[in-house]
């Protein structure tokens, strides 16, 4: 088909969806000279809106010598509302046991220029609630808003020798609205604002949350950018998956403290017959010569996240960690999806921690693990150990 110019673009099989969406976000346009590479990843954008079954196209002649290039899509038969459920447990055999259920819910083309309405719910070891609008600003797609507004109350452990001192909950109240572009099918840019507080509750302990930390007011400007081309979320074999977040807070919007914060998290996966390698990176600090306050301090640690030690037990005002876990797949899919033997290097480096010496703390720590990819989610059996003599087995259903 070299050589083929594109006269027009049509689609077949659109109901709730609109047209004008589709070819909007298409590289071919009319007018185009034909390319099957660019065909391909108009076909994968599409098909990775999520609004779809099946996404195809044809190049055909008409009577009157065009070319027209049609693109048959099957819609989801159970859109435009979509819901999923998840289910977290895990126990570590020293006491901390933890179960979560989750829920998110999308409700599709609420309107001619596709918004949509998303939420999601988390219920047990830490709780959480979040409702967001989407709108986009064009027929194309090319330009969005969104408006959302979020809750959580989440444990905060503090540790002292291994030994839990106490356990509090922190809570957060946040909403915002952002001003956003799609990059292609695999990602986003956002800018925009966001207010909101947290507050520390009492649970377990003989000293005072609100000594701990006193509510504090929260108020910024945000700027993320979110890539994801991983092609299995659990167990990976190929792709990319970024997040980069940078925020600063200003007191002139309502904050109570002026500083800067970097937030960046990074995975990679290749993989060769049954063996597959993932290598992961996050990064939390202050950007700038203002200290973050303690309403920002980090809680780390758990299983592939510095496996050995305690989920949360280390809390510090910075984090630098990397982590390269190897998957050998002992069966295939079938009832099961697929069963693993893996092991994990990790290395860590937490800023200010309650028990370091000299005011940071760099931690070694490796995993070993058997997981079983059921219709429920991942199964781990898994143990870890850490430097300073650190150990700890795991069980746990979700993703880590």
Known sequence: MTGIRINDIEFVGTQRVQQEALRGGMETQAG?????????????????????????????????????????????????????????VSTDFEGDSFFSLRASHRWSWLNALGAEWRNEVEIGHADRLST?????????????????????????????????????????????????????EWGEARVGISRGNVSMLNDTSFVPASELLP?????????????????????????????????????TLGADNNYNKLSFSALTALATGPHSLTAAMEVQRKLGGNELPDDELISFGGFLKLSGYRTGELVGNSLHFGRLVYNYRISGPGWLDGVYLGASAELGRMGNTI???????????????????????????????????????????GKP
Do not use: C
């Open 355 to 397: 028990d370091a010496q000299n005011g940071e703390q760099t931690v070694r720590s490796n995993a070993l693990y058997l997981a079983i990819d059921t219709p429920l989610g991942p199964l781990y059996f898994g143990a870890g150990r850490a430097s300073r003599s650190k150990n700890a087995l795991y069980l746990m259903i």
């Open 215 to 251: 509510r504090a007011r929260a108020a910024g400007l945000q700027l993320r950018l979110r890539a994801d081309t991983l092609d299995n979320r659990v167990f990976p074999r190929s792709g990319v998956e970024t997040d980069l977040q940078l925020y600063s807070s200003r007191s």
């Open 32 to 88: 185009d000279l034909f390319d099957s590479a660019k065909a391909e990843r108009d076909m994968r954008r599409l098909f990775g809106r999520g609004d779809f079954e099946h996404v195809s196209y044809a190049v055909n002649l008409r009577p009157d010598g065009s070319n027209v290039m049609t693109t048959t899509v099957s819609e989801k038969s159970w859109g435009p509302q979509y819901l999923r459920l998840g289910l977290g």
């Open 132 to 184: 967001e609008w989407l709108q986009p600003l064009t027929p194309g797609q090319r330009l969005f808003t969104s408006a959302y507004l979020s809750g959580e109350r989440t444990p905060f452990d503090l540790y002292r020798n291994g030994d839990r001192l106490a356990r509090f909950r922190r809570q957060s109240v946040t909403s915002g609205v952002d001003l956003g572009v799609p990059v292609q």
